[in-house]
Structures are given as C-alpha cells and as structure tokens.
C-alpha cells in the first residue's frame, strides 16, 4: 500500500483500527531496475513514522473494510452478483434504474436505485456492457504469476529498510518480480511480464519434451533474479499449491460518469501492479464519486460539471502513475519508446500541468507529442534512478542547504538546477541526477506520499 492510504483510512475512521490490525509496517520499497548496480530505495518514513504504510493481506484489508462499511449503515450482500441493468431509455446515454442480480444459493431478484457507483472490477458492467468505451493498452498487457514461500529473509532486516517490498528487474529483460514479506508469516513472490514473453517462456519444452507447469515456469522466472534468490537463501521454502497466475492487463476509458451514475477502482482503469497504485486510484475515485454526487443532489453543482470533475479526477490520477509505471519499464529496458495509442489525450493535457514546472515557464505546450510524452518518461525515470545514494542525498544538503533536497519545497525546474551546479565540478553529474530525482519526488507527491493530502483547496 502507498502512504496516502492512511489519510483515506482516517477519513472514514478506520485507521486505528487498520493500524492495530497486525499488518507488517512498511516503511518503503527498494527497487532494483538495472542489474549490476545499488538499488534504489523510496522512503515513506523520510517525513516521519506517520508517513509509513502497510504490506497487507488483500482478503484480510478487504473484509475489514466490508465489515466496516456495513457498521456505517451500509447494506452488504455477499455472495452476490449483478447480471444486468435496466435503463430510462437508451443504454449508453440514459440513466440506469435498476440491477437484476442473483446468488450462490440460487436466489435472484431486482433491486431498484436512484444512483448506482459501479465498483464492479475489472468486469467493470457499466464501461464493457453497455457503454463500451473501455481501451486496453498493448504495452502494458501484462500477466502476473505469483506464489508465497516460506523462511524467506525480509530485504533490509536489521536495518530502518526492514519489511520493505523489494522490486527487482529480470535479468533477461523481460519482466520485473515483486518481493512482499506479510503478516502470516509468509512472503508473495511474483513475477509481471508482458503477454507475448510469457507465452514465449511457457511453449518452450523441458528436455523430456513436455511444457512447463505453471509452478514449473513461475520458478524457472527464480534463474532471472538474484536479488530474489538471495532472499530465499538456504531456508526460504515453496509453499506447494499456492502458484496462482492473472492478467494483469492495463486499461481506461474515455469517461467515468453519466447520468446518475460514477465508476471506479478496476471498474474505472487498471494501470499495472507495479507501485501498488491500485487501492489508491481506487480510493481517489470512491471519494470523488461521493464529492460529486453530494454535490449534484444538493443543488452545489450542476450534473454535467459534477460528472466532468468525477471524469478528471479519475483520469489524471490514473495517468499520473501510468507515466511512473512506464518511466520504470523504460528503465528496466521494458518500454523502448512512448506509444501515443496508450495515453489519453485529454487526460495528459492535464497531467502535464504538474510537470510544468520541471520543464521550465518558457515550455507551454500541452499537445500530445511524442517528445512531450518522452519527456515526461524521463522524468518519471528520474524517480527510480538507482545511481542516487544516500550518500549522494547528504553531499548535496551540504552544497546546497538542507532544503534542497527534501520532499517539502517547491519543484526547482531544470533550469534552476543547471544554475544551482554551476561550473564543470567533479560533483555537477551525481548533484544534478539528486535535484531531478526530488523534483520528480515532489511532481507526484500528491498521490505517492501523504505529504499534501490534508491541505485546504
């Protein structure tokens, strides 16, 4: 989970209760994307201990959340599926009325609404069966195979690092693997690649001629990854049974809202499991459903601004971490040059805008380009670069103040950091790598830290 969930959780009143839930601590996350140097490690913690978040089991963070809903006055039926949906008039452009669903025991019925907020999931009813406006991205259509061990070494044990996921690219260059040590006493080891090279590594035959298991082949992926093998050691053991495999496809829409009705979560959009931005994207738009639909019932906001704001909302959040998810892959030699098919115009004017500053106030083009897109990829990149040590951060507070490089001040521009390094030093490399890598901090704290969540706008 990133930092940001603590905000949310104390919004509805659920953060103590998460917090003395169990979930192990997770102060940051370590990434590995270019073999053969130091990692990279982001720390949630830099801003102090109420910054830190959790790696948590799904099923146990779910119900909790269910469960808490329902204590809300929520009304919750489990075990229950929506079939279909009844219109005023025309399925794509009027409202929706009702939901026939039906059960595991065989019961089914109709149940009527005046709003209905499609949570539905990567199904996503309202986008994929009656509106039709989902786009699947081709770069990013991935697949994930996972499965828990045992006796696995937790990355940075004995150090403030400790219980930190570990992201780590594979050698080949055809994937990235995760690492999460979680509160049973296991540990999730995962690997994502894109479509086409996991169905490459599965057809190749074993020497007895036979394909490969899909426990065969997720363990095969282990030779990839020595970061991992380090990890599991001597005594980190295979849990037998537990491989599970998933599309991990990325997608969004060309809208989010209608009349009397709002999507979101995997609903919505789907970025990539890389950097957990899924729960967050999906409590961004749980909360800007509400916001927007509050608002259009009390008269604060006409419907058609409300479902442009609920729209935007949505969409920039997701198109802010699709380009920190294709900045990574473009590290990890995985994505070799922007595909304009796979960013939403509208959504990138803007995202743009919070990159403005780091491009200086001379560059005021918003259009679509392929330079413009790069640029913004590199920037992004500027968020893993492993070459940035804490040595590195230390030397720079020293040369330059200690605000120079913190996560608090303003965004300084590539121009400012060109005056800030001055002349041809032995430092001016390694200084100006530090500055890029906390301006592309500061672009996305908003979504990746805490930092500015509980701000007046």
Not at 163 to 186: H, K, V, Y
């Amino acid at each position: 989970m990133l930092p940001s969930l603590r905000n949310y959780l104390r919004f509805i009143d659920l953060e103590n209760e998460f917090a003395d839930h169990g979930f192990l601590p997770k102060p940051g996350a370590g990434f590995k994307l270019v073999q053969g140097i130091r990692e990279s490690w982001t720390d949630f913690t830099a801003l102090g201990p109420g910054y830190g978040t959790w790696n948590v089991i799904r099923s146990e963070m779910d119900d909790m959340m269910l469960r808490h809903a329902s204590k809300q006055g929520v009304k919750v039926f489990e075990e229950t599926r929506v079939e279909t949906l009844d219109f005023a008039g025309d399925r794509a452009s009027s409202r929706p009325l009702a939901a026939h669903w039906s059960n595991k025991h065989g019961a089914a019925g109709r149940i009527t609404f005046d709003w209905l907020v499609d949570a539905s999931g990567r199904s996503g009813i309202m986008c994929t069966k009656y509106l039709k406006n989902r786009t699947m991205r081709e770069s990013l259509r991935n697949v994930a195979v996972w499965g828990y061990w045992k006796g696995v070494t937790r990355y940075g044990e004995g150090t403030k690092r400790a219980c930190s996921g570990w992201f780590e690219a594979l050698t080949d260059e055809q994937g990235w693997s995760w690492t999460i040590p979680l509160n049973d006493g296991t540990t999730s080891i995962g690997v994502v690649m894109h479509e086409s090279a996991s169905k490459a590594k599965k057809a190749q035959a074993k020497a007895d001629g036979q394909k490969p298991t899909l426990t065969e082949h997720y363990l095969d992926q282990l030779q990839y990854l020595p970061g991992v093998r380090e990890l599991i050691g001597d005594g980190g053991e295979f849990i037998p049974g537990s491989t599970k495999s998933a599309a991990d496809y990325s997608y969004s829409a060309s809208a989010y809202s209608g009349d009397h009705f709002r999507v979101i979560g995997d609903a919505a959009n789907f970025v990539d499991p890389f950097f957990s931005s899924g729960v967050h994207i999906a409590m961004t738009g749980g909360l800007s459903a509400a916001i927007t639909i509050c608002a259009s019932i009390r008269g604060d906001a006409d419907e058609n601004i409300a479902q442009r704001w609920h729209d935007a909302k949505v969409g920039i959040a997701h198109t802010r971490f699709l380009f920190v998810v294709l900045g990574a892959y473009q590290q990890m030699h995985l994505q070799s040059a922007p595909v304009l098919s796979d960013i939403n115009a509208e959504n990138f004017d803007d995202a743009f805008e919070m990159f403005r500053p780091i491009y200086g106030l001379a560059d005021s083009q918003t259009r679509l380009t392929d330079a413009k897109v790069q640029h913004m990829m590199d920037v992004c990149q500027s968020f893993f670069d492993p070459y940035v040590s804490e040595e590195h951060v230390l030397g720079v507070r020293a040369r330059y103040g200690p605000a120079s490089a913190t996560l608090a001040g303003p965004v300084l521009g590539s121009e400012q950091i060109e005056q800030m390094v001055g002349g041809d030093t032995p430092e001016r490399e390694m200084d100006t790598r530090v500055l890029r890598k906390f301006d592309a901090l500061k672009v996305f704290s908003d979504d990746v830290e805490a930092t500015y969540m509980e701000r007046t706008v």
